[in-house]
């Protein structure tokens, strides 16, 4: 198969986005299985050009209108992306699935627009090889969920999503003003040809610019202390929602910030970058993890705790080390499987139980065991137990720190990781040990997402030999820009 | 499939299975099977590995995960497993909970991994695993003081995780052969600074003085020893806590020689080991103090169980080859006696529901297989030949005095005559004296929980009687004669020990005194009073009995330093913690928009200052 028909993967969420408004008669039942039906044809498409690219070994360049950059657009689809779309295709897959269960606030046919328009967005981010297209992206992804924060109609929703849109607004102008002095200096928008004119810039203004697109990027990519609209955010979005925040997300952000740091690895002051960015990575875990302390509502604690996790992959991205990106990438994989485990358990216990207060977790054992066993494996995993996953990205990522020579950031991430443990096993405790109730039926499709997870978590745990080794090869992906101008075929314009 | 990684393996695959096939029966069955299979390969390896050290890797997620089964590392993971059946005997009586067998054998194979592991990933893999384990069979019980046993562990862990990440860096290796010769290198070029390598011994101190219990880490173990069942209590104190130890015994192997040439000598003592003897001997006294005053069984073996390791500290602190016997004999002797008293703990609990000495008394007749026991356990901990326990501590303060630390040898004397006092007081207390009615109908232990106690008594009385067994080990194991003698006699520079004589001329004593008894002895009928009294009748505003308060004199001449507690210390330090969380969260988090905004503004100032805007 040719494959430029890679190219569907952002064409079909966006045709059939835009067909949603055209089911409205239909009802709501209707709406949610196109979506569904949608979400597993991108995840089949997405399966094949995963197949495709890590058999081949080689990314697939997808020209727009046939264009040859850097004159048209490109999507470069190589190992990370072909990795991160499909597994932003399969969890958009399960939150279709869960969709069903947990949304039940009309409209329903705006609401699956902007879900298609989510997954778009964020296939988009990190398929896309110009840095304009990014921006565009960046865009579609972040006005999408600021109106699937304020979905629920809630007076919280509703204010959580003004402060996300004051944010993100704030933070993609001034990517827009990084992005228009990168291409004042350089000529380009292609990232390929960024990359290989990066050297030549002159200091000041790619400093400049480098420093505003990270400073745009990083409230996408919810670091310190540009953050502060996560919790809020997380907590009102509808449960589907708010899994593939953390699951996809702030992944496309965080993604986009380590690309466009390592294409301009060639500018004189990159360590300087490096140095803030470590700061700042190492602040969002701690700031996040103590705030999670001490939180009544289990939704709003896991968001915390996602916001800090996401910190740890920002800190491995600025290591600047080949060993770091590798684990970066490795926590990436494991966090999205145990955080779209964890929202949707604790989202399901809100559906049934009415509300994500720790209350509801009591006894939950007795009541809903199966849920209880996805949230405690969940739990247990993002504190980093071995046979979970995460112990093994969090032992990467710390060993690359400490060898990159950042002992204290390492040791101030293990100290927050400490107060993660306690109120992870205090919700653990609530949930097996306290409280009392009669059993309730659980949905059999929701139970079945969740043993699918738990396998996945604990098969990285035990074997995660190949979940390391695909990590490797996109963080390779990342980490080496010669490698990623090569791969493109500029036409031999400005080099 | 290696016959190594079958051994290492099966606790948690036996754990796994008895936690999936939740049946009466099934499970204990499975559990014990499980739990029996590693000293089954040990005893097989053993010829093996007295000649050649058995290894194996695993490549997991890009780490190599190195194994070694050497003299050192068998000889631990023995003790283990022999804890580890013992264990499954008694959790079979004192458990009935599926929950309960996943965790315990979790933590065995953590254990053994721990043992095992030939790299610093393995290493801290399945320390992690062993903490996990632990750790759950104390949530179910007790919240608070498992969160406490956990936050010191993992802060233990992570200072662990630290440390090999510094020395990852440094020798650009994680595996112990090449980090050992690496630092051995460095010992001589000093390419690693004094103030790193102090900085690493501090960590691995941290992490091992947790698991290891040295005050002042030893907070979390009378809760957690305590709020546990006390079968698995058996594993937890007897072989768990030796992990910490055996972190210890790896901290001379591969970072002796670094660590002498960067941290010097005292008073001709190498000065991280004589630290280690301090805390040792810290920890002897303190715990041993806080043992006798105790008034609930299982607080007092806990305390007891942080003292004696605390022996084994001070024994690896001496730094001489008699040092390192006396501490790795104690840590054979320790993990049966010490288990051995666990599961007659057990027992007590099980049968009577009571765990505190004033609720307990006269059960000797009720239960005379298991106070059988429990005295073996008490003449052993207490140093009382022929029983294992006196062979170590023998060999123990032999080590002291010949490498001339007498106040450290002081400490050991007084923790012996502490351990007396309180073992004393658990003999009378429990066994002896007036039996409260409500334990009339007291029945003898189950039987599995009867065979776990038999197995760990067997050895008491074996190498107390037969130390030679043990020395001769040693002397395999460290290549040269250090304690001489054969079986049944030891020979130390300073001294020599004859168990076998000991026993005869105790057998030969104690059958007269039988003859005595039984021919001489008239019968007479006196009341029952308690010996403390001495015949004077005591007022109702003092009134202390062997059950009951027996040491509160004590306890008031040590009023001035019973005020001041390392407990209430890390609970508010805890508690700061957790303010501090709040005033975090409400001052960044706050919910305002525009100072959401400012930090936006703030961030592009810090851009601005650091020179570009």
Redesign the interface.
């Known amino acids: 198969m040719n494959v430029q028909y890679a190219s569907l993967l952002i064409a079909i969420p966006l045709i059939t986005a835009f067909f949603v408004p055209l089911m409205k008669g239909l009802g709501e039942k209707a709406i949610k299985t196109y979506v569904l039906i949608i979400t597993a044809i991108q995840a089949g498409i997405a399966t094949w050009v995963f197949e495709e690219v890590y058999t081949t070994g080689k990314p697939i360049i997808v020209m727009a209108g046939g264009w040859r950059p850097p004159v048209g657009i490109d999507l470069y689809i190589g190992p990370f992306a072909a990795l991160f779309v499909l597994i932003v295709a399969l969890v958009s897959f399960l939150m279709a699935v869960f969709n069903f269960r947990a949304v039940k606030v009309e409209p329903i046919d705006k609401y699956a627009m902007l879900f298609l328009l989510l997954m778009l967005g964020a296939t988009g981010m990190i398929a896309t090889g110009d840095i304009f297209n990014l921006f565009v992206f960046m865009e579609i992804t972040a006005i999408t969920a600021y109106a699937l924060t304020a979905y629920n109609k809630t007076g919280e929703a509703a204010e959580a999503s003004l402060k996300y849109m004051v944010l993100g607004g704030i933070g993609s102008s001034f990517f827009l003003i990084g992005v228009a002095l990168i291409y004042g200096a350089t000529g380009t928008l292609n990232m390929a040809q960024i990359a290989q004119l990066a050297g030549n810039i002159n200091p000041t203004v790619a400093q400049v610019a480098l420093a505003l697109v990270i400073f745009g990027l990083a409230v996408e990519a919810e670091l310190f202390p540009l953050n502060a609209w996560a919790p809020d955010a997380y907590q009102a979005a509808p449960h589907p929602v708010t899994a593939m925040f953390s699951a996809f997300v702030v992944k496309a952000g965080i993604y986009a910030l380590a690309r466009i740091l390592y294409l301009m690895s060639a500018v004189g002051t990159w360590k300087n970058i490096l140095h803030l960015l470590i700061a700042m990575a190492t602040l969002t875990v701690i700031v996040a993890e103590f705030s999670a302390l001490r939180q009544r509502n289990v939704k709003r604690m896991i968001a915390y705790s996602s916001v800090s996790q996401v910190g740890l992959i920002g800190l491995a991205f600025a290591l600047g080390t080949q060993a770091g990106v590798d684990a970066g990438v490795f926590q990436m994989i494991n966090h999205a499987i145990i955080k779209v485990l964890l929202f949707l358990g604790v989202g399901y216990v809100a559906v049934q139980l009415g509300g994500a207060e720790i209350e509801n977790f009591r006894g939950l054992g007795k009541r809903m065991p199966l849920t209880a066993l996805g949230v405690t494996v969940g739990s247990m995993s993002a504190v980093g137990i071995p046979l979970f996953n995460i112990f093994w990205s969090k032992l990467r990522i710390i060993l690359a720190t400490v060898d990159a020579g950042y002992a204290w950031a390492a040791a101030l991430v293990l100290g927050a990781s400490v107060v993660e443990a306690v109120y992870y096993f205090r919700l653990v405790h609530a949930i097996w040990f306290t409280g009392e109730g009669e059993r309730l039926r659980e949905s059999a499709p929701l139970v079945a997402i969740m043993l699918l997870l738990i396998a996945i978590i604990v098969a990285i745990g035990i074997y995660p030999n190949y979940a390391w080794s695909l990590s490797q090869k996109a963080g390779n992906d990342i980490f080496n820009v010669a490698q990623y101008i090569k791969n493109v075929p500029l036409m031999g314009v400005g080099a | 499939m290696n016959l190594l990684m079958v051994m290492l393996f099966a606790p948690l695959i036996a754990g796994f299975l008895a936690w999936l096939l939740d049946f009466k029966v099934i499970r204990e069955v499975i559990g014990i099977i499980g739990a029996s299979i590693p000293i089954g390969v040990l005893a097989y390896y053993y010829s093996t590995v007295t000649s050649e050290s058995i290894t194996y890797s695993l490549?997991?997620?890009?780490f190599t995960l190195g194994f070694h089964l050497t003299m050192l590392t068998w000889y631990f993971a023995v003790i283990a497993s022999i804890v580890g059946i013992a264990m499954a005997f008694g959790m079979a009586s004192t458990s009935k909970s599926s929950y309960d067998w996943l965790f315990a054998l979790i933590s065995f194979t953590g254990v053994l991994g721990v043992f095992l592991s030939s790299d610093f990933?393995g290493f801290?893999?399945?320390w992690?695993?062993m903490t996990?384990g632990s750790?759950m069979m104390v949530?179910?019980r007790n919240?608070h003081e498992?969160?406490k046993y956990?936050?010191l562990s993992?802060?233990g862990a992570?200072s662990m995780?630290?440390a090999?990440?510094?020395i990852?860096?440094k020798t650009g290796a994680l595996d112990f052969n090449t980090v050992q010769k690496a630092l051995r290198l460095d010992a001589m070029v000093g390419s690693i600074s004094r103030g790193e390598t102090a900085l690493i011994y501090t960590l691995f101190l941290i992490t091992f003085g947790v698991k290891a219990g040295a005050v002042p880490l030893h907070v979390w173990a009378p809760g957690a020893y305590s709020e546990n069942d006390q079968s698995y209590t058996a594993f937890f104190s007897g072989a768990l806590s030796k992990a910490g130890v055996y972190g210890f015994v790896l901290l001379y192997i591969l970072m002796g020689a670094k660590l002498y040439t960067a941290l010097g000598v005292f008073n001709n003592h190498l000065v991280f080991a004589y630290i280690l003897a301090w805390i040792g001997a810290i920890t002897v006294v303190v715990a041993s103090f806080l043992a006798v005053l105790q008034e609930d069984i299982r607080k007092l073996f806990a305390y007891s169980s942080v003292g004696q390791v605390g022996y084994i500290l001070l024994g690896l602190g001496i730094g001489t080859g008699l040092g390192f016997a006396g501490a790795l004999f104690h840590v054979l002797s320790h993990a049966i006696f010490k288990s051995l008293f666990w599961l007659v703990t057990a027992a007590i609990i099980l049968r009577t529901g009571k765990t505190r000495f004033e609720d307990l008394g006269g059960l000797a007749e009720k239960m005379p297989i298991t106070f059988t026991m429990g005295l073996i356990a008490v003449l052993s901990l207490a140093g009382i030949p022929p029983m294992a326990g006196f062979a170590s501590k023998w060999l123990l303060y032999e080590a002291a005095i010949s490498a001339h630390m007498p106040l450290v040898a002081g400490a050991i004397f007084l923790g012996s005559g502490l351990a007396f006092a309180y073992v004393v007081r658990f003999l009378y207390a429990v066994w002896f004296g007036q039996r409260p009615s409500d334990l009339d109908d007291v029945k003898e232990a189950p039987l599995p929980l009867l065979i776990g106690m038999v197995i760990l008594a067997i050895p008491n009385l074996v190498f107390g009687i037969a130390p030679g067994l043990v020395t001769g080990y040693f002397n395999r194991l460290f290549g040269d004669t250090i304690v001489g003698g054969n079986y049944f006699r030891l020979v130390t520079p300073t001294g020599t020990y004859n168990a076998l004589l000991v026993t005869v001329i105790l057998i030969f004593g104690l059958s007269i005194a039988g003859l005595i008894y039984i021919y001489g002895a008239k019968t007479r009928k006196i009341p029952v009073i308690n010996t403390y009294q001495s015949g004077n009748p005591v007022t109702e505003e003092y009134n202390l009995s062997m059950r009951k308060n027996f040491y509160r004199p004590l306890a008031e001449a040590l009023g001035f330093w019973l005020k001041y507690s390392w407990d209430r210390f890390y609970e508010r330090l805890a508690n700061l913690?957790?303010d501090?969380?709040?005033w975090?969260?409400e001052g960044?988090?706050n919910?305002n928009?525009q100072?959401?905004?400012w930090?936006?503004t703030?961030?592009?100032l810090?851009?601005a200052l650091?020179g570009?805007?």
Not at chain 2, 59 to 62: E, I, P, S
């Open positions: 490549t997991v997620g890009g990933v801290f893999l399945f992690e695993l996990f750790f949530l179910k919240r498992s969160l956990f936050v993992i802060i992570y995780l630290v090999i990440g510094i990852y860096a913690t957790e501090f969380a709040d975090l969260r960044f988090y919910g928009a100072s959401y905004s930090y936006l703030i961030v592009l810090i851009l650091w570009v805007l």
